[in-house]
């Protein structure tokens, strides 16, 4: 069984900074893409970012700049830097990893953490 547990979710002020991590543990080969998403209320679900096994990065226009997603590999961990935050980019973070195991390849989807920048 394999579990993505994200932590570093919170609130924070317009302008700061925080960082997310999320943690894939479990029987794991390997983990191809990982990535955030995020949900705001009455929003649908959306790409933050995402990362390659290669190290390749993709991000939605709303965060580049402002936001940098990193990985390490051997603590099957994804990471999210987030700076110069501001109150749009409040919402539930998600993070999606697919992990190769012995008898599959498929997404996981970690828990969500909340993210609230507020004043």
């Known amino acids: 069984q394999v579990q993505l547990v994200e932590s570093g979710g919170g609130l924070v002020q317009p302008g700061g900074s925080l960082r997310l991590s999320c943690a894939a543990s479990?029987?794991?080969?390997?983990?191809?893409?990982m990535g955030w998403y995020r949900q705001a209320p009455g929003k649908q679900r959306e790409l933050v970012a995402r990362?390659?096994?290669?190290?390749?990065?993709d991000y939605a226009d709303s965060v580049k700049g402002r936001f940098t997603i990193s990985r390490d590999n051997a603590k099957n961990t994804v990471y999210l830097q987030m700076n110069s935050l501001k109150p749009e980019d409040t919402a539930v973070y998600y993070c999606r990893s697919t992990v190769v195991t012995e008898t599959s390849i498929r997404a996981y989807w970690g828990q969500g953490t909340q993210v609230t920048v507020s004043s």
């Open positions: 479990g029987s794991i080969f390997s983990i191809n893409n």
């Open positions: 990362i390659t096994s290669g190290g390749s990065t």
